[in-house]
């Protein structure tokens, strides 16, 4: 294995491996996949419940930059086991997504800087 | 731009581009991006309450694939929003939390389908 | 029925009613129902994200506090369903954590405005 | 304080108390109380993440049970203390809520036991 890979398919073939080999299969449908989704994500927003840190403070601070890097895993684990069981494409998802968003909001309307249309 | 790329940096420039195009940076602060983060996945979960679709169901029922796509690539394209802010490495937080789990679930102690240690 | 009832057992009489009437009971496990308040929970999110509200703007923005009066209803409507079909004293529940509250921040310790122990 | 009381004006006073009393009002503003929501949301939803509990298991696991009250207990005490800021009106706000869902789900057209209009 290469010590760096940024292909969704290694993604893909980590978790999925990790996954048959403890015989877990049977646990990851959709809905349970999804709540588990949702719980990591509640763990990265524990993270930051009545704090105020800048993104500077964030970084130069250790612990806290690995803890949200422990959380941000967790959730892309679950969103890459999600993927996997449907055998979704997603960079298809993504782009198509992004087609979306760029005709929503057009550079025309949304170029000063508000979020939603007058 | 190529019609299939998988890599995680390809996801990085496209989004950090879209937003810099809109002069959306500033509403980009962990706390929103956990908070948007958040609400797509309940969105997701909407799309399955009260509701107990097989994977075969969902990958024949057209409609509702592509309402998941839309909706796991919001997760996504905030999640990848998120390590953009924070110029996080998001193969290098995956491997080490997939050794993580490698290290606490052992497959000689989780190669039974339990879930947890008894 | 009285136009101003605040007492639990209202509120448990007023859902039970709703959902047996509709034949609904078969929809209300737990895990629907906590999935249900998690969906709630984010929709009254959803109102505030990107938007810094004062509590002055909110209380004269009378569109905004019906939607908010809206979640929060649903919000606490699931929590009873959920309370309903355990059976559970939501008074005693009450009662007990915040005993336990006030022994783990006591005011010696919590008087100055600090969140967390130094 | 009586042992026992089930009005939501003697929910408010305590949790009105306890927030004063540790200086805490700085941290009560909509966006961190429904961020907390969220959270112990997610907390009650991890207590059921790949288990299928039947409400009499539920009932009969003394330890389940309450765990289950304090998560309960979590989610309202965050609930009372956002109506408390906002000086909502919860039983104005939830008959309101009821009376729309009698309204959107009349017992003529969902008395089946079914979910969505056909």
């Known amino acids: 294995m290469s010590s760096k890979n940024n292909d969704i398919q290694f993604f893909r073939n980590e978790v999925k491996k990790f996954i048959e080999e403890r015989n877990w299969t049977k ?7 999804i709540q588990a989704m949702g719980i990591e994500v ?9 704090k105020d840190y800048s993104i500077d403070e964030i970084m130069e601070n250790k612990i806290l930059f690995e803890d949200i890097e422990n959380e941000i895993a967790d959730i892309f684990i ?10 979704m494409d997603l960079t298809k998802a993504f782009m198509k997504k992004m087609e979306m968003n760029r005709a929503k909001y057009s550079t025309k309307e949304f170029n000063d800087g508000s979020y939603y249309k007058k």
């Open 27 to 33: 646990y990851h449908n959709p809905k349970n996949l």
């Open 42 to 50: 509640s763990e990265l927003s524990e993270l930051f419940l009545f």
């Open 78 to 87: 679950y969103l890459i086991s999600f993927i996997n069981i449907l055998n």
